[in-house]
């Protein structure tokens, strides 16, 4: 028996009566994004897995475990993008932005990919929609404000009502180095009741102990006696006014001391939204600010703030809603034999150079059959083209809701159709 394939485990296909709601995701974005002057970037779905080691950190999951390289790039080579942060910092110093624009506000969509083990809610290939807001002498409390109240503004306009929007800050590098430190010390006693990834992790990246899933950490990091020691006075300052300037742009969220994220990259303010209804993988979306990145990768000292939603999970949230806005064809054109196909095509070709959207069966099978296919189509009107019509110079138009025909001229059909 011949081979069927399967689409890959983790990946999955979006068949023409789901598009309208991804559709609809993408273009309440745009319109959102717009609103709020930010620009659209592509950049390539592939890139130096170095790129990636660099701004993740080697010690992350992603770069640990979920790199997807390509097979065929011998020595370091190439990997999928797992996320788009580091592809759009990768651009921005490539191409100079920083002297283009003093701030530089970017968003994409795209397929990201994490070789993870695929289940509800957690994929090899996901889209994104992000966000990075990128330049030097932009860190503002204001920014980090309007970037986080952005992200739950689009979560509000898809239609997820139920999210939990959590804050913390990391501080600078060295306030992060600090709290590294504070947090080795309070768990330098309990590292053999963690599980064997985080006590790997200790030495590796202890941060990551914080967001662990298993219950046995969970427990450790409940004891943990921890504060806000390890911020200086002005990172301090600086969280409290962002806090302020999300109370101005009435967005509520959470403090919460364990959010550490997982990326190396990020300093100061990070953030992630969570929906209850989505089980154990329950984020929406995340981001933060990464202040030393662009200069990290070779670019200038320059601030950066951003996130990234992801779709599936918010298709999953808001799963039930469904979009009823079906499209409709203007016009199927059915020719009654095929002596009359020539011109039925151009009557076809006449109607699309005329903005109207047309189809045809292709073959002249029975009136039956064809009008079945007009109504599949969701066609509006139909147009009828027999031998008899051809020698008069006519065609029959239907009108599919109502029923009702008329005879038109050639040169008449696109009036009619439009009216
Ligand atoms: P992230 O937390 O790795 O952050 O991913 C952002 C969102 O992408 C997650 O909250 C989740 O909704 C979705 N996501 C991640 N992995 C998967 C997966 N395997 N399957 C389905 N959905 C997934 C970033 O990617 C950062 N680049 C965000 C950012 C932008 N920070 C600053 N700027």
Redo the contacts with the bound molecule.
Sequence with gaps: MTKKFSVPRGTSDILPEDISLWQEIEAISRNLLDIYNYKEIRTPIFEEIGLFKRSLGQTSD?VNKQLLQLASEKEEGFVLRP???ASVVRSYIENGLDRKDNLSKLFYFGQ?F?G?RPQK????Q?N?V???AIGPNTCSPYLDAEVISLSVTLLEAFGVKDYELKINTLGTLEDKENFSKMLKNGLKDKISNLCDDCRDRFNRNVFRILDCKSSRCQEVVADLKEDNSYLSEESLQYYNKVKEALDILGVKYKECSNLV???DY?THVVF?ISSSSLGS?N??????R?NSLVSQLGGSAVDA??????I??ILLAIEGKKVSNIKLLDCYVIALDESLFQKAFEILKTLRESGISADISYKATSLKNQMRYANKSCARKTIILGQDELEKGLITLKDMETGEQLQCSFEEIVNKIKE
């Design positions: 992603i996320e788009g942060t990201m994490r993870e809610g957690r994929l090899r996901f994104q992000g966000v990075e994220r997982g990326l990020y992630e993988q984020a929406l979306g995340a981001g933060g990464y703030v951003g996130f990234a939603l992801g599936e999970r």
